[in-house]
């Protein structure tokens, strides 16, 4: 099983620069062109923050452009929800996320959460978006959900995908607080079951760790990346986007690799923030 990870695309409603700049449609498509000569990919994941202020335009040009590159492929693609989304929008366009789900979460929230099957290996998408917050939580009822999902293993093994990290890195002030809030409980709905890999975006860098004993991806984005070599309690963004190859199924898997854009302007500075911007974004948003 082959999947291409992408996240974090960040589109705008229109095809115009962000305030940052950086057009997030151009980095997109750099992405994609340089992913043209992939072969064998099974499937194609985005984990959120799909949009960046949440409007229709936005997905509605993502399902193209990823939608046309997916064709070409003869794979699904499967979109979950990241804090930057907004439900009703993402709904409207993408449905549950999943083009034709075999199962999916109907909940009062109107959470985005789906099953699909791939050569034998199911791909759960979860919502993990808390309307308003940076940070992430899965809800009792989705992990009520997932529980009953998981309950009869698949042919090959699971898949589960979903925006904010169950893992966080304690070198930029902002990550600990931002990740997903309840890996405890998601572990425990996890535990003993047949997932092989957690795939998650959100912190805009490559980041690998353990979910109990579950491998986690964080996949670097699209729009940006975060680098992380500058002071501590400091952040800055770099131009550049890069996606992963995840490899499941061979002995020494799962197997993470990272693609990155041919950017002219990659690595040049996208925003910076003061350790007092830092800690005043973390005040506001924790
Ligand atoms: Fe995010």
């Known amino acids: 099983m082959r999947i291409l990870h992408l996240s974090d695309t960040h589109?705008?409603?229109?095809?115009?620069?962000?305030?940052?700049?950086?057009?997030?449609?151009?980095?997109?498509?750099?992405?994609?062109?340089?992913?043209?000569?992939?072969?064998?990919?099974?499937?194609?994941?985005v984990t959120g923050d799909l949009a960046n202020d949440g409007a229709v335009e936005a997905y509605t040009a993502l399902r193209e452009l990823v939608?046309?590159?997916?064709?070409?492929?003869d794979a699904p693609v499967f979109y979950t929800t990241g804090n930057h989304d907004e439900?009703?929008?993402?709904?409207?366009?993408?449905?549950s996320g999943h083009p034709a789900p075999e199962a999916v979460l109907e909940s009062e929230a109107s959470e985005r959460a789906a099953v699909s099957t791939v050569r034998g290996w199911r791909f759960v998408t979860l919502d993990s978006l808390v309307p308003g917050k940076v940070y992430g939580h899965v809800s009792a009822g989705q992990l009520d959900w997932l529980?009953?999902?998981?309950?009869?293993?698949?042919?090959?093994?699971?898949?589960?995908?979903?925006?904010?990290?169950?893992?966080s890195l304690d070198i930029s002030a902002t990550q600990p607080f931002f990740g997903l809030r309840n890996p405890d409980e998601l572990a425990e709905a996890v535990r003993g079951s047949d997932v092989r890999v957690i795939l998650t975006g959100h912190y805009h860098l490559q980041l690998s760790g353990f979910l109990e004993a579950v491998p986690v991806w964080v996949t670097p984005g699209v729009v940006n990346r975060i680098?992380?070599?500058?002071?501590?309690?400091?952040?800055?963004?770099?131009?550049?986007?890069?996606?992963?190859?995840?490899?499941?199924?061979?002995?020494?898997?799962?197997?993470?690799?990272?693609f990155h854009a041919?950017?002219?302007?990659?690595h040049e500075t996208v925003y910076e923030l003061e350790e007092e911007q830092v800690r005043a974004f973390v005040e506001?948003?924790?």
């Open 227 to 258: 680098d992380l070599t500058t002071p501590p309690g400091t952040e800055r963004a770099v131009r550049g986007a890069s996606a992963s190859l995840v490899e499941l199924g061979g002995a020494d898997g799962p197997m993470f690799h990272t």
């Open 11 to 45: 589109l705008e409603h229109s095809d115009a620069p962000n305030r940052h700049g950086v057009n997030a449609t151009d980095s997109l498509r750099l992405m994609i062109a340089e992913l043209g000569h992939l072969r064998d990919v099974d499937a194609i994941v």
């Open 147 to 167: 529980r009953g999902a998981l309950s009869a293993a698949a042919e090959r093994g699971t898949v589960l995908a979903f925006h904010h990290p169950p893992i």
């Open 262 to 266: 041919r950017d002219p302007r990659a």
């Open 87 to 95: 439900r009703g929008a993402f709904g409207k366009v993408l449905g």
């Open 284 to 286: 506001r948003e924790a």
């Open 67 to 73: 939608g046309e590159f997916a064709r070409g492929l």
